[in-house]
């Protein structure tokens, strides 16, 4: 019996590839293409089962690819899965009569894609279900990668197509890596499997010879797996940011943040698309509204992120006192969070240290005035996603908001 086939439509490379090696994996057929017109004619040729589509390949398409579609008897009922960053609600209305089933955001979250698929053609696929947060950034030339929570095989697979891009768009070759794991205790057998197969992702792909990876972590469970690999021998393991920063030769910790009015190569946009539209909600859940978070004691801050903020689609909430916005975090769910260190009462170090103590994953976004070297280590030690210096443009607020948002894959 022949595979059910899966075709691709996508101006990316690193999409495409990530998604194609993981069909691959699951059994099933797959086509790609980069444009639409070419994707018309592959799907005319080859009648595939469901269509993956990237919006903004559609948007900048030559050709009217639905109308084309829905035109043509034979490819009409091939269900579609659109991916995009943003969409509005009206858009998503007028699509729904080209018979897209499903649309997901960007970043691509893989098991609700393949949850989908197995929905569509009634089969059964497996899905790493293991929760995993992971974050990946380049600061000149170091790769910064921060894993939480559990390790899953589809996310770490998707890592070195995360690390190609970062280092096309950067142009750069080789890269130091620091690899930072935050409430990590490894099993035997399968979370060994998926941690060899993370560190060979690093040294492979972001060519970071051994010993100038670095390993940011408490957990015993890691020393020990690394002891058993003589490949692995001179990746040292510590507990002390600080040190790790010094063996990695980052001198100069005001390097790795946004100062006053700069923007830096580390601004850069994770796995997202261009388009971006006034009313935007996120589209996995249709009526999702991003949430924010601003907490600092300073009113003019606050009128000022919230206005550079506006015309996003997001939903802004501010806090003068760190207390309030402590109480209310136990009953909002934030996206995201902009918090200031110097208050009186609450400081932002003592948020932060309550949101670690209570659980609390939302990625933070530190904006302050302090640049001193122990303040930024302290804050990046606390695991925040961002250190900017006050004052700092607009633009590289609206940058770091895009990057923080979708680095999570």
């Known amino acids: 019996m022949a595979s059910d086939?899966?075709?691709?439509?996508?101006?990316s490379n690193f999409v495409k590839d990530f998604l194609k090696e993981k069909f691959l994996q699951s059994g099933f057929d797959v086509l790609t293409s980069g444009d639409c017109f070419d994707g018309l004619i592959k799907m005319k040729n080859h009648f595939p089962d469901v269509v993956i589509l990237d919006y903004v390949t559609l948007k900048y398409a030559d050709i009217n690819f639905l109308k084309e579609k829905q035109d043509y008897k034979a490819i009409r009922d091939i269900p579609i899965i659109l991916l995009a960053n943003k969409i509005n609600t009206n858009t998503v209305y007028q699509l729904a009569k080209y018979n897209i089933t499903k649309i997901f955001s960007k970043p691509i979250k893989f098991g609700d894609i393949m949850r989908s698929i197995s929905e569509l053609l009634n089969r059964t696929v497996i899905i790493d279900e293991t929760p995993c947060q992971l974050d990946v950034t380049i600061n000149y030339d170091t790769l910064f990668i921060d894993i939480a929570?559990?390790?899953?095989?589809?996310?770490?697979?998707?890592?070195?197509?995360?690390?190609?891009?970062?280092?096309?768009?950067?142009?750069?070759?080789?890269?130091?890596?620091?690899?930072?794991?935050?409430?990590?205790?490894?099993?035997?057998?399968?979370?060994?499997?998926?941690?060899?197969?993370?560190?060979?992702?690093?040294?492979?792909?972001?060519?970071?010879?051994?010993?100038?990876?670095?390993?940011?972590?408490?957990?015993?469970?890691?020393?020990?797996?690394?002891?058993?690999?003589?490949?692995?021998?001179?990746?040292?393991?510590?507990?002390?940011?600080?040190?790790?920063?010094?063996?990695?030769?980052?001198?100069?910790?005001n390097d790795y943040i946004v100062p006053a009015s700069k923007t830096g190569k580390e601004d850069v946009f994770l796995w997202t698309n261009e388009i971006s539209e006034k009313g935007a909600y996120g589209i996995?859940?249709?009526?999702?509204?991003?949430?924010?978070?601003?907490?600092?004691?300073?009113?003019?801050?606050?009128?000022?992120?919230?206005?550079?903020?506006?015309?996003?689609?997001?939903?802004?909430?501010?806090?003068?006192?760190?207390?309030?916005?402590?109480?209310?975090?136990?009953?909002?769910?934030?996206?995201?969070?902009?918090?200031?260190?110097?208050?009186?009462?609450?400081?932002?170090?003592?948020?932060?240290?309550?949101?670690?103590?209570?659980?609390?994953?939302?990625?933070?976004?530190?904006?302050?005035?302090?640049?001193?070297?122990?303040t930024v280590q302290r804050a990046l030690s606390l695991g925040v996603k961002s250190y900017l210096v006050k004052p700092v443009d607009s633009s590289v607020i609206l940058k770091k908001v895009a990057e923080v948002l979708n680095a999570n894959i």
């Open 5 to 11: 086939e899966i075709l691709i439509i996508d101006r």
């Open 149 to 253: 929570r559990g390790l899953n095989g589809d996310r770490i697979d998707s890592l070195k197509y995360k690390i190609r891009e970062l280092m096309n768009i950067h142009r750069i070759e080789q890269l130091k890596t620091l690899l930072i794991m935050v409430d990590m205790n490894l099993s035997y057998n399968n979370d060994y499997r998926k941690f060899h197969n993370l560190i060979h992702i690093i040294l492979d792909t972001a060519k970071t010879e051994p010993k100038f990876l670095k390993i940011l972590t408490k957990s015993k469970e890691v020393k020990d797996f690394l002891k058993l690999n003589s490949a692995f021998k001179d990746i040292e393991v510590t507990d002390n940011i600080e040190s790790t920063l010094e063996k990695l030769n980052i001198n100069n910790i």
């Open 284 to 374: 996995d859940e249709i009526e999702k509204i991003i949430k924010i978070a601003v907490v600092d004691d300073d009113e003019y801050i606050l009128d000022f992120i919230k206005e550079v903020l506006a015309l996003t689609g997001y939903k802004i909430y501010t806090y003068s006192k760190a207390g309030d916005f402590l109480e209310n975090v136990k009953k909002e769910k934030f996206d995201l969070i902009f918090l200031d260190l110097m208050m009186p009462k609450i400081s932002g170090f003592d948020a932060l240290q309550t949101l670690n103590k209570s659980g609390n994953k939302i990625p933070v976004i530190i904006f302050s005035a302090l640049s001193q070297r122990e």
